[in-house]
Nanobody, 121 residues
């Protein structure tokens, strides 16, 4: 399974970006999906998760009310809409897929490639 992530870039503080993740060979709606991020010198952390059976979402407290995870079943793509970006959101963002609920790195079955998000002050 390959998870192709895209949409990262350089943005000023207060701006927005939308990340996309498309799993090849898998139907995203049949799996729990998540976005993680890893800043330089820091552990990879979960940012947002989306369950397959009822679209229940979870957000890290640092991004709640600013980020939104969603799924477009027709496009077999999962998105992370990031608004009101802050310099501390700067990191490499990874999408992830699993059959189990994703709460931590060890729950992940497949990782996508990372996409760099840089927020300038």
């Amino acid at each position: 399974v390959q998870l192709q992530a895209s949409g990262g870039g350089l943005v000023q503080a207060g701006g927005s970006l939308r990340l996309s993740c498309e799993p090849s060979g898998r139907t995203a709606s049949n799996y729990n999906m998540a976005w993680f991020r890893q800043a330089p010198g820091k552990e990879r952390e979960v940012v947002a998760t989306l369950t397959w059976f009822n679209d229940e979402t979870y957000y890290a407290s640092s991004v709640k009310d600013r980020f939104t995870i969603s799924r477009d079943n027709a496009k077999n793509t999962v998105f992370l809409q990031m608004n009101s970006l802050k310099p501390e959101d700067t990191a490499v963002y990874y999408c992830a897929l699993s059959r189990s609920i994703i709460l931590r790195q060890s729950d992940v079955m497949n990782w996508g490639n990372g996409t760099q998000v840089t927020v300038s002050s």
